[in-house]
């Protein structure tokens, strides 16, 4: 069976250059085996336990440990099987990995596309002196993954791997440390913080303020939060013969309370549950946060570290760097709440663990600052004041929410008249209706754009209403739009594409002079051909 090639440089199906090269091929460290099959065998000490105890297992009770110990079983299985067939180097142009039994998978990836580099280390790992790291690269947007994984590395080996990609001589030093090789500890092998000494000026940008928890407990999550960590407790307690739902009942159940204080009583309980959980969940995941700027030999770069249990540090290429987005949710924006995110290239925003946010969801005035020292310049632009968009736009915005409403009431009228649902069901049409307005009214004062400096800045938005400032020369390609309805009420929607971030990012609903003059000032000479000397189209 052939190889899978997957790589940057090269098509699939052809052999790569470097597989010529003489480096030697490199393992992964063999104790991530044992790291899971420890865990394997605590994931049944509950189960055990309870049995020692002289409690009477039944499988309603112990199911759900012997899931979790089938599953960190195989997990180890897979591990072990997954270091037997992994190999991997660095070679004085590519980081290169090759993987799979049935199916052999090569990765390469040029040393110069190099993005950023995250080093992770959960507690399991920490405790067994292990790291993962994962090299980003251009591939990572399109392919919805790291452009390279080696879960996992010893400590030193991890950190000599970073350095070595981080080096501005790829020929130099084309050897990653022998220690991966032969999976032998060192005399250093006690989990410690990822790469302590910070070199000499190094600015630190912003770090963690505890009471920054407050903007992180509240939310929908909460609740998927409580509902977790109730299904937790109950299962773990009915393993040793104890039913948590009957001692509720007895506690705050409708024979007790009454059926209203039973629902209140349920329902807030589970709300402070879920914040309680998400706050520690918080500090948990970003304590000892700390972003700065690092200088190196290739240029400055953005790196971040954090966590408690699993220890995280990400570095990012600031050179890539194209700019900053400030979202802030609308149903907590009281609060001055906001997530921070560099656009940038080669860094996925799908993925779970976030590489492109540069600030836990803090107060928006620290994000605005933050950004500010980011991007250069006092005040940062996006401190700007806005532009305020016509009032065509927020009347396209009462128009569709009316129509929005009107379908919604003619199928629940329907409904109804087929004896469906109830004679008042057709009322919910009206309160949509309402709500409707509401939200156009949010998202048309959301509304905003404007020119600072060598950034343009748009806002959108009514989930969530994200700034973006966006570096002009990082502008590829300018599109002006409009649609039947916009063509009637005079207006332009503005698209800014762009190599990083979400690709594109628009000014909508503009006047539709303001809008060439916007798309010619967001980028100078891209769009001056196809005007006028008075800015109207030719």
């Known amino acids: 069976m052939s190889p899978t090639v997957a790589t940057d440089a090269v098509r699939e199906g052809d052999v790569p250059a470097d597989t010529r090269d003489t480096t030697p091929w490199l393992r992964l460290d063999p104790r991530v085996v044992w790291v899971d099959l420890a865990r394997s065998l605590l994931s049944a000490v509950p189960a055990v336990l309870a049995v020692v105890l002289g409690v009477e297992p039944t499988g309603a009770s112990l199911w759900p440990f012997l899931l979790a110990g089938a599953w960190a079983l195989v997990s180890a299985v897979g591990d072990a099987v997954r270091w037997t067939f992994t190999r991997y180097r660095v070679t004085a142009e590519h980081v290169e990995r090759r993987t799979g039994v049935l199916v052999r998978r090569y990765r390469s990836v040029r040393r110069d596309r190099i993005r950023s580099i995250d080093v992770t280390a959960r507690a399991r790992h920490r405790v067994a002196g292990l790291r993962v790291v994962l090299v980003g690269a251009g591939q990572q947007v399109s392919g919805g993954e790291s452009a390279l994984s080696l879960d996992a590395l010893h400590r030193r080996d991890a950190d000599a791997l970073r350095r070595l990609l981080l080096a501005p001589h790829p020929g130099q030093d084309a050897a990653a440390p022998e220690a991966s090789a032969t999976g032998e500890a060192g005399p250093d092998d006690t989990p410690a913080a990822l790469d302590p000494v910070d070199p000499a000026g190094t600015e630190v940008l912003a770090r963690l303020r505890p009471w920054w928890v407050v903007h992180n407990m509240p939310g929908v999550w909460g609740v998927v939060t409580a509902a977790g960590l109730l299904w937790g407790a109950y299962w773990l307690a009915s393993a040793f013969g104890i039913d948590l739902a009957d001692h509720a009942l007895d506690l705050a159940g409708p024979d ?61 290429d600031e050179g890539r760097l194209r700019g900053i987005t400030i979202s802030e949710p609308v149903l907590w924006r009281w609060m001055g709440m906001a997530d921070t995110q560099v656009v940038t290239t080669g860094l996925s925003l799908w993925a779970m663990s976030q590489p492109a946010a540069i600030l836990p969801r803090g107060p928006v005035t620290e994000a605005r600052r933050v950004a500010g020292r980011v991007l250069g310049g006092a005040p940062g632009p996006l401190e700007t004041p806005l532009v305020a968009h016509p009032a065509g736009a927020l009347r396209r915005r009462l128009w569709w929410a009316t129509v929005a409403a009107a379908v919604l009431t003619a199928v629940l009228g329907r409904l109804v008249a087929l004896g469906v649902l109830p004679s008042w069901t057709p009322w919910g049409g009206a309160a949509a209706w309402l709500l409707g307005l509401l939200g156009a009214l949010v998202a048309y004062r959301a509304l905003g754009h404007a020119i600072s400096g060598p950034y343009l800045v748009v806002r959108s938005g009514l989930v969530a209403r994200s700034t973006t400032a966006l570096r002009r020369d990082a502008v590829s390609t300018i599109v002006v739009r409009e649609s039947l309805l916009q063509r009637r009420l005079g207006l332009r929607t503005v698209v800014a594409a762009t190599s990083a971030g979400w690709g594109a990012y628009d000014a909508r609903d503009l006047a539709a002079d303001d809008a060439l003059r916007f798309a010619d000032a967001a980028a100078p000479g891209l769009l001056g051909p196809f005007l006028e000397p008075d800015g109207s189209r030719r």
């Open 256 to 316: 007790r309370l009454g059926t209203t204080g039973s629902v209140v009583v349920a329902v807030t309980g589970t709300v402070a549950l879920g914040a309680v959980g998400m706050g520690v969940a918080f500090l948990v995941t970003s304590w000892r946060f700390e972003l700065a700027r690092v200088p190196g030999p290739q240029g400055t770069r953005l790196r971040t570290r954090a966590g408690l249990l699993t220890t995280r540090e990400v570095d990012r």
